[in-house]
């Protein structure tokens, strides 16, 4: 059977990043795999040079009207053909192991379902993204798993892909999903994603209180739709508020302003008066 990997990449604006971007994929010691790159309603001119090129081999290209990221990802395994997903961002890379070691704790291991590993930011600045080894409780309150994990395609399929409807967080959701189906989860220790924080304000990562209405927004549709899932693992509304109280860790994090508007929306204000004066 192919053991294929179909690596899905969403393209909006990265005519400055692409090229480098698939060089990081090119370069890999692991051949078998497919490049579907999903252009989500930028100009086409870079995308018209790549697919010219003989450089890159077994690439398809699919033009959509700007839909999102996720969309752009959803389309994207449509088209796909390989055992595995790897979703990959137009302006991130991967250590040229990445593939190889990661295919192969999926394939010994058919209970694991998602592998990660370590990864670093790179551009404005080249510090570790602290991402904890997984384990549910945590993962619950704070997502540790990167959009570069590489996946089962037909665990893809089952959940339906990613919620259109969410602008944030998207991944989260999608990965509780897998994880209420009982999967396992493996985080490689080795530096093998490269997250991309631009130097331009239009990065993902610099924004934040300009969207915190909408951060809390979809954390708390999130929640709603596996509300019985946080519930199973102690983490109601009750747990999940005391826990805010007696940890230092999660405490510092819910009092920022967006997490404060976000507990505002769970409980009667006057009850919880005091938790939200700084």
């Not at 080249?126 to 994990?149: R, S, Y």
């Not at 959701?173 to 994880?179: A, S, V």
């Not at 990562?205 to 199973?232: M, V």
Request: glycine share 4%.
């Amino acid at each position: 059977m192919s053991e294929k990997i179909s690596i899905i990449i969403p393209y909006y604006k990265g005519e400055d990043y692409i090229a480098e971007t698939l060089k990081s994929v090119y370069d890999q010691t692991y051949q078998d795999f497919e490049v579907i790159i999903v252009n989500d309603g930028s100009e086409r001119a870079v995308l018209n040079l790549i697919e010219t090129n003989e450089t890159f081999k077994n690439l398809k290209i699919i033009h959509q009207e700007n839909q999102g990221q996720s969309s752009a990802r959803n389309n994207g395994v449509k088209s796909a053909t390989g055992k595995y997903i790897l979703f990959l961002d137009c302006d991130d890379l991967i250590d040229k192991t990445f593939l190889e070691k990661t295919h192969q704790i999926l394939s010994k291991n058919k209970e694991i379902r998602i592998c990660y590993t370590k990864g670093k930011f790179f551009e404005k600045t080249d510090k570790e993204w602290v991402l904890q080894p997984f384990n549910t409780f945590d993962f619950l309150i704070e997502n540790c798993i990167p959009i570069t994990a590489l996946i089962y395609k037909e665990d893809f399929e089952k959940i339906g892909g990613f919620d259109t409807r969410l602008n944030y967080y998207e991944d989260w959701d999608f990965w509780i999903y897998l994880i209420e189906m009982g999967v396992k989860v493996h985080k490689i220790d080795e530096f093998l994603f490269f997250y991309r924080i631009r130097n331009t304000a239009d990065s993902l990562t610099n924004t934040s209180i300009d969207n915190s209405s909408r951060l809390s927004d979809n954390f708390f549709e999130i929640y709603k739709k596996h509300y019985a899932f946080y519930k199973q693992n102690g983490l109601d509304f009750h747990n999940i508020m005391s826990l805010i109280r007696e940890n230092k860790k999660y405490k510092a994090k819910y009092y920022n302003e967006w997490y404060r508007k976000l507990i505002y929306k769970f409980f009667k204000p006057q009850k919880y008066q005091k938790l939200y004066k700084n």
